[in-house]
């Protein structure tokens, strides 16, 4: 045996005989034991990524930070903060409602503008949501981490009301966790439309991105879409229409990283219809749920990829109040592989707020939707867009809720009704935090106002948690009417994956024997 070998050998074994081994197989004397379930532990860091909000002259921002109230925490934990940072790349400024400023705040230029790095928004304590604003065209894109007791359920909500010009309404996002892929049904490159998709990197590496587009008759060339470089802790907005010559009315954007990871973002701004942001559709599935149609929605617009190989055939659903009907000339959808489909819905509604529900009908091909949903008319027109959603597991939150102006909607798309408890939280400039336990029937939608917390001052957050019985999703509509335009936003809840499996290690000196 070679000296080399005898060496690695000897190496090894110093290592384990120090630090024990890890092994999947179990100790001696302990054949036939049932192996434990992993426990589920909380996250002890979160991070959120938002965009720069907008470039408009007459745009005004409202940033809203919040972590739920009874957070799991995990003892030994790092020390709780949760920050909202500027990135770079960008300039812009931002500013505290209470007009005060840390040390880190002070980092502007002559102008006004954030620094790299400056602190935008802090979250103190869980149960309380935190807020800030900004009101230039050139607010920068943010950087955002909570740790320790903060990080479970971290959440932070991004709200713009434009008041005129191409993408007047308002635009609301929950900002992003990053991510290698996202896919995003819903995109155009119309001459009507200006969408930009925002990509940010929060780590110390570069990001190389490809920016993928599919339309009608498949995947559209765009070769300056082809590995576009997001630098280290800044952000990088695309236009659309520049990654292509020919204008795509439907299209389907998916943004794949290469290399590192990035918050991805799509921004729509139409000249007559207003604008709001595009939520990234959920992981693609043979079966989807698009939660929280508005009552009044004037005009509904359906997009589907099959991003396989294989096509899809899906059955539609309208799940109202009462129960899930076929939309009368919609019963079926036939999606071609790697093809966006978009298809007019008309009135769905028919005057009844519902959700949307996507069944694979024969086949089981994954697919990814979103809906374009149009309230008012003529002149007085606004957008705004639901994607697929998951179930929520256990809980999910939304921020900046408004008296009177916030609707959830909650759906059971399956057999067995569920049971949710919802709880606004105290405001953001004081009240106490107030719950309501729901129950949504099978196959429907409930359409309700979360309870309004005691004595509510400022804007509160809102927490879905799943009770019992079956799957349930959630999505919440807030709307800010503003000179006759009904201006709205909708954010789907998924569940805030603030716990992880953990899967128990033993260790097993007996190797070093074998």
């Known amino acids: ?39 589920r532990l909380p996250v002890e860091r979160s991070m959120r990524l938002c965009p720069a909000p907008t470039s408009s002259d007459v745009g005004e921002t409202a940033y809203t930070a919040f972590t739920p109230a009874g957070a799991p925490g995990r003892a030994g934990a790092r020390k709780a903060a949760a ?65 320790g007791t903060l990080a479970p359920g971290w959440t932070v909500q991004q709200s713009t009301v434009v008041s005129a010009g191409s993408g007047r309404g308002l635009h609301g996002l929950t900002c992003t966790a990053p991510d290698t892929s996202f896919w995003f049904p819903g995109a155009s490159t119309a001459k009507s439309r200006q969408d930009y998709v925002h990509l940010t990197n929060p780590d110390s590496t570069p ?73 990234s559709s959920g992981e693609a599935s043979p079966d989807a749920v698009l939660p929280g149609i508005p009552a009044d929605a004037t005009s509904v ?23 899930a009907i076929t939309p009368a000339g919609h019963e079926t959808l036939h999606v071609k592989s790697g093809m966006t489909t978009a298809v007019d819905l008309g009135d769905i509604t028919r005057g009844e707020a519902g959700s949307l529900l996507l069944t694979g009908d024969g086949s089981r091909t994954p697919v990814v939707a979103a809906l374009r949903v149009t309230r008012g008319k003529d002149d007085k027109q606004e957008t705004a867009f639901i994607a697929a959603t998951p179930p929520i597991d256990k809980r999910g939150t ?61 804007t509160y957050a809102v927490t879905v948690e799943k009770v019992s ?23 789907p809840i998924p569940d805030d994956r603030s716990t992880v499996a953990v899967p128990e290690a033993e260790q097993d000196l007996s190797m070093l024997n074998r």
């Open 1 to 39: 045996m070679k000296r080399t070998t005898l060496s690695l050998f000897g190496a090894v074994a110093a290592l384990a005989a120090v630090t024990g081994v890890a092994v999947f197989e179990a100790p001696a004397g302990t054949a036939g034991t049932a192996a434990k379930a992993p426990a």
């Open 83 to 147: 920050d909202l940072l500027a990135a770079g790349g960008t300039a812009g400024s931002a500013k505290k409602d209470d007009g005060k400023s840390d040390a880190k705040d002070k980092k502007k230029d002559d102008k006004g503008a954030v620094a790299a790095g400056a602190t935008v928004l802090s979250l103190k304590e869980p149960g309380k949501p935190a807020i800030a604003t900004a009101d230039r065209s050139d607010a920068p894109a943010l950087i955002g981490t909570a740790d």
């Open 207 to 279: 990001a190389v991105v490809d920016l993928e587009m599919y339309g009608k008759d498949g995947r559209i060339k765009a070769a300056a879409g082809e590995g576009i470089n997001v630098p280290p802790r800044s952000t990088v907005p695309v236009l659309l229409s520049t990654l292509t010559d020919a204008p795509t009315e439907s299209a389907t954007l998916h943004v794949a990283a290469r290399s590192g990871r990035v918050g991805a973002a799509l921004q729509a701004s139409d000249e007559k219809l207003g604008g709001d942001w595009l939520p």
């Open 301 to 323: 617009r359906l997009y589907v990829l099959a991003p396989g190989g294989d096509d899809a055939d899906l059955k539609l659903r309208f799940a109202g109040a009462n129960s």
């Open 398 to 458: 939304v921020a900046d809720n408004r008296a009177k102006s916030s609707t959830l909607a909650l759906v059971a798309p399956g057999k067995e009704a569920a049971q949710v408890k919802v709880t606004s939280s105290a405001g953001s400039d004081g009240g106490t935090a107030v719950s309501k336990t729901y129950t949504v029937k099978p196959g429907t939608t409930l359409s309700v106002e979360p309870p309004e917390p005691s004595g509510a001052k400022g």
């Open 469 to 491: 019985g079956g799957p349930v999703h959630a999505s919440r509509m807030l709307a800010l009417p503003k000179d006759g335009v009904p201006m709205f936003t909708i954010q």
